[in-house]
């Protein structure tokens, strides 16, 4: 076991951060697949040297545009991810797509699981797309994510973009990430009410109105409406979230959209939003963490996991009342 | 210390009990002031009787309609209950009114503070009122109210009403100890969208549009809107949830309002759903306080509480990803 305090990377992590924050090419490629593969390892030793190189390399990330992207299947993400991603690297930029899928948590499944879906942009060597970890909790998951946009602003990418898919506590992860949290729509009615429902309007920085050239006049419709949805839900704190309407198969509205962000960031670093957000998040990730880790020790803990059962079933048949039971549980840890 | 694990009650705990369970009268609320005192002390001897009580108490618990209210400051809250309190009283019924005052945990404030709010209904021998429990974490304070609705259900109350305000968390913890949870609204457009945003419109079994006479276009309105939101928010979920219009001040719509509550929850009982639904409450209350307990020993761990404010300072100067810091400080309370 590597002793985790100790502040210097060993041999081999000095050997992965040469090859990561050096100059771009087929090493640097090696060191990020390995380095990836050794965050997403179970083997404590290998958490130990990850984490020892995950902060080595901190003074090296931050630099990166970290834009979230969500969406209902079938509002068009991976074209949408895929012509934004061709047109930033025909500006020079180095993209790398992450994705986090909440039911590869249940099912080992995995949105980008298939390389194919974003076909020109993952066989283009300016870019790297990484499909969502297949397995943890989604907290597991998102950390891992996280861990590796650090990884990838450290290898000098300098737009990172996180997919997500419009369902589950996935979109929170994402927008607890993400310098922008942008939600793609469908242009009808009800879908609207569906993300202000489950709380993702709120989270949006942004909002684009995807295949609005199917119909004109429900895509000019549905932005009224998320417009004023928007007023509605709280004037100041939404007082900024712009609503755009594109066509990503087309490729029109590409251009409007990137500046869009560009001015939303420029405009976050300039008032300083940005980094108080990058610090807000990590203090938020930290306790997500550590809570995680408390509840992940309390169910391993011999003594709760023999009596689990019978105070969870004393509970239920209503002879222990519930706070007791809680209490009980909390001192057979001592 | 009294031995938390004995599971009879003292000398003093079965006079309490005996008292608590026997017929109405001064005793009985001399037990029921004495018996919520005891359950909202600090000393840790006192936590143990408690408890001690409550499990004793268990068995003579359930039996009341446990009924959550909740509306923004000014939908009329105060007189709607002692309008709907009286009503009761007349029919044979004994009601208990609790309240949870998300603010209470910050000011020391409290709802229901002042008794003259409810000045008939306070002053009636078989109402019993109590107000917010007024310092602690809001988790504390709904454990103590949810403690004190089961004391009060013991003591032969059959309605129990919690009320909080509409705003905060404080609704959540309401909806998740009561059998129905009432939403209280004003007559007037907006408001329910600022619900929808906030979550609460999905907690409603029931919409309430109270002050229903000062403007009835208005309140036929805000009932149209409501509907169809609640249609659009998931048809399948609440297909069940009504919308009814009101006048506490007047006293119209009490006697309606009281059908549907009882309809609504005999349609609860016969299909077994309010049993389910008591049952997972039960088990995510016990889930609830674990993690707050797992929390403030967490916190007051000392090489834990040595470790944090640098720790915290690390993450924050970038100097330390947020992931390995929650790691370090697990790795420390081992």
Request: positive net charge; hydrophobic residues 45%.
């Amino acid at each position: 076991m590597v002793d985790r305090h100790v502040s210097v990377v060993d041999d081999a992590g000095e050997a992965l951060k040469k090859a990561l924050i050096g100059p771009p090419g087929p090493a640097q490629r090696r060191a990020l697949a390995k380095t990836i593969t050794l965050l997403e390892s179970k083997r404590a030793d290998h958490r130990a040297r990850a984490d020892e190189l995950l902060n080595a390399l901190l003074p090296h990330t931050g630099k990166s545009a970290r834009i979230g992207i969500s969406g209902v299947p079938g509002v068009g993400k991976s074209t949408f991810i895929e012509a934004l991603g061709l047109l930033l690297l025909e500006r020079g930029h180095r993209v790398a797509v992450l994705a986090i899928d909440p039911s590869s948590t249940v099912s080992g499944g995995s949105i980008l699981g298939d390389k194919t879906r974003m076909e020109r942009l993952s066989s283009d060597e300016r870019a790297f797309i990484r499909p969502s970890p297949s397995s943890g909790t989604l907290g597991g998951v998102t950390e891992k994510t996280r861990e590796a946009m650090l990884v990838c602003e450290a290898a000098g990418f300098d737009v990172v973009i996180v997919e997500t898919v419009g369902v589950g506590q996935s979109e929170t992860a994402v927008a607890a990430m993400t310098d922008m949290f942008v939600l793609l729509q469908l242009p009808n009615a009800g879908d609207d009410l569906q993300a202000i429902k489950k709380g993702v309007m709120e989270l949006a920085d942004l909002v684009v109105i995807n295949k609005a050239d199917l119909d004109e006049a429900a895509a000019t419709r549905a932005r009224a409406q998320i417009t004023s949805a928007l007023r509605l839900l709280g004037a100041h704190a939404h007082a900024g979230t712009q609503v755009l309407q594109l066509s990503a198969v087309k490729g029109t509205g590409l251009v409007e959209f990137w500046q869009t962000v560009t001015q939303f960031l420029d405009r976050q670093r300039e008032r300083g939003t940005m980094a108080e957000r990058r610090r807000s998040q990590d203090r938020a990730w930290m306790w997500e963490r550590v809570e995680s880790g408390l509840h992940e020790r309390f169910k391993n803990h011999p003594a709760v996991r023999d009596a689990l059962p019978t105070i969870t079933e004393e509970v239920r048949a209503g002879r222990l009342a519930a706070g007791v039971a809680a209490r009980r549980l909390l001192d057979l840890m001592k």
